[in-house]
């Protein structure tokens, strides 16, 4: 789920963090520009994990910025196919269900990754699992395992964010990269469902060793 990548890049060093020591300027540096961000390829850098080389700074004219280039490795979240991770159902839609991780929502799951029949109900926006005439639901909040099945890139081409009188966004720019989840196998979706199996399954286990164990005791008494 986690990875280390290696990156060199050219970093700026601003005048007002000069009283700063360099190799904690340089950390916050990398990690102001790469923490929480999505890299072509690469995926959600998360921070910094550590450097291993450093070059000597060059002002800048005019500026007074102090370039430096380093190399650094950092902390990717970037699952492999087939990865089953947990996390937890943020909405739902028509298309399918997006899903929470803590640190990052760019989890989808289609809803021909949903086990099947499933439907969706609009009235209390949820999909609904049929099990052999069972209604299970997949509800908001609730701790799901899912099975990574791809990852998608999206091109980002340099748009202005458009806003309204009052500030509000009209339209947000989409994802650069998101996860495709499926729950369509046995065992996964949300945990308390086969919580709940496996619980009757051991109830009904404990049943069958007492109705055996009464019948060896009839034996006895017989004898």
Known sequence: MFILTTIEDLIQIKPQDFDVPSAQALKDAINTKYSNKIVQNI????C???LIEASEGLIGHGTGLVYVNVEFRLAVF???RGEILQGRIKSSTEEGIVLDLEFTSEIF???HHLPSPSTFSRAENVWVWDSDGTELFFDKGEPVLFRVEQEEWIDQKPTIVQKDANGVVIEERDTAWRIIGSMSQSGLGPTLWWAEQEQEEEEEEEEEDGVEGDVEMGDIDEE
């Open 43 to 46: 995926g959600l850098c998360l």
């Open 109 to 111: 799951v289609p809803h």
């Open 78 to 80: 970037r699952p492999f």
């Open 48 to 50: 910094l994990w550590d």
